[in-house]
């Protein structure tokens, strides 16, 4: 069982129990995340498919470190015949997430 969840503009395919590294998020460790924006949604008996996101579909997550820094990226900038140099740097930040459960929600009935 698997799912393809939307989280700030990149989709990401997770499972219960798997660890996924998104874009930075203000939360502590432990907090708890929740994700309605589910396009694709896998089991043994079906799949479903959202136009554009699978209707009463979550997906739940804890924080299990709030910081995470990739490796330091080298920019250098170089125009030939003018003496132009610039060397910098960038280093992206992500937050470790845990899946902890996928489910659907039930529907409330109307009375």
């Given at each position: 069982?698997?799912?393809?969840?939307?989280?700030?503009?990149?989709?990401?395919?997770?499972?219960?129990?798997?660890?996924v590294?998104?874009?930075?998020?203000?939360?502590?460790?432990?907090?708890k995340?929740s994700?309605?924006?589910?396009?694709?949604?896998?089991?043994?008996?079906?799949?479903?498919?959202?136009?554009?996101?699978?209707?009463?579909?979550?997906?739940?997550?804890?924080v299990?470190d709030?910081?995470?820094?990739?490796?330091?990226?080298?920019?250098?900038?170089?125009?030939?015949?003018?003496?132009?140099?610039?060397?910098?740097?960038?280093?992206?930040?992500?937050?470790?997430?845990?899946?902890?459960?996928?489910?659907?929600?039930?529907a409330?009935?109307?009375?």
């Amino acid at each position: 069982m698997y799912a393809i969840i939307d989280i700030g503009g990149k989709s990401y395919k997770v499972a219960k129990d798997a660890e996924v590294l998104i874009d930075l998020r203000e939360a502590k460790e432990g907090d708890k995340l929740s994700f309605e924006t589910v396009t694709l949604f896998r089991d043994d008996k079906e799949i479903k498919v959202g136009q554009p996101y699978v209707a009463k579909m979550k997906v739940e997550a804890k924080v299990v470190d709030p910081l995470v820094k990739d490796d330091k990226k080298t920019v250098f900038k170089y125009k030939n015949k003018t003496n132009y140099r610039v060397k910098t740097g960038h280093r992206q930040k992500y937050t470790l997430i845990k899946i902890t459960d996928i489910k659907a929600e039930k529907a409330v009935k109307a009375e």
